[in-house]
């Protein structure tokens, strides 16, 4: 059986880094009837401290980021446009607002739909990736290339946190 990432794994990397290796690690969801969804992470987005203004916790500490100020390893959602539970993992260590997107797998593209696919809600808000019995990642191997380049959707956040190349995606033959 694979082994699955442990909270060292999410704290001993700062998000762009973590961004870049969670690419082919496989996301597992269990559901309530016994259903799993098990999928290679494809594509996922850098999000990096106070400074980052494309990041949530660039507004400081409040009840939507406290989860982010926290210690990696935990699950982190939030509610787009009244309908989509977007999947982030909080990486770093306490005091250091930091979150990575996943915005891809096999089997799905984009993170709404990622969103929908999982059943997320807001109840895997602060879900502990290391205990939780409904959602996990695993260590697997990565095959296939890597590209990066800027975030999508953070045009808001000026020039130079919206050009980062904090967007990476897995290519496979």
């Known amino acids: 059986m694979p082994a699955r990432l442990c909270k060292s794994y999410f704290q001993e990397k700062n998000a762009p880094e973590l961004a870049r290796k969670l690419l082919g690690k496989t996301l597992v969801r269990r559901f309530p009837d016994g259903r799993e969804i098990r999928s290679k992470i494809t ?49 770093g260590r306490a005091h250091t607002p930091e979150a990575v ?26 879900e502990d990736l290391e205990t939780s019995e409904r959602i996990w990642l695993e260590d697997s191997a990565l095959e296939g290339e890597i590209i990066s380049g800027p975030r999508v959707g953070v045009d808001y956040a000026g020039e130079e946190w919206r050009l980062k190349p904090w967007r990476f995606t897995l290519i496979t033959k």
């Open 43 to 91: 594509e996922t987005e850098a999000y990096f401290g106070t400074d980052d203004e494309a990041s949530h916790a660039s507004k400081g500490r409040t009840a939507r980021t406290d989860l982010m100020f926290g210690d990696g390893g935990r699950v982190y959602v939030y509610l787009i446009y009244g309908k989509y539970w977007l999947l982030n993992i909080v990486t």
């Open 101 to 126: 997107l996943i915005r891809g797998l096999e089997t799905v593209s984009g993170p709404g739909r990622l969103g929908n696919l999982l059943e997320l809600d807001k109840s895997f808000y602060g």
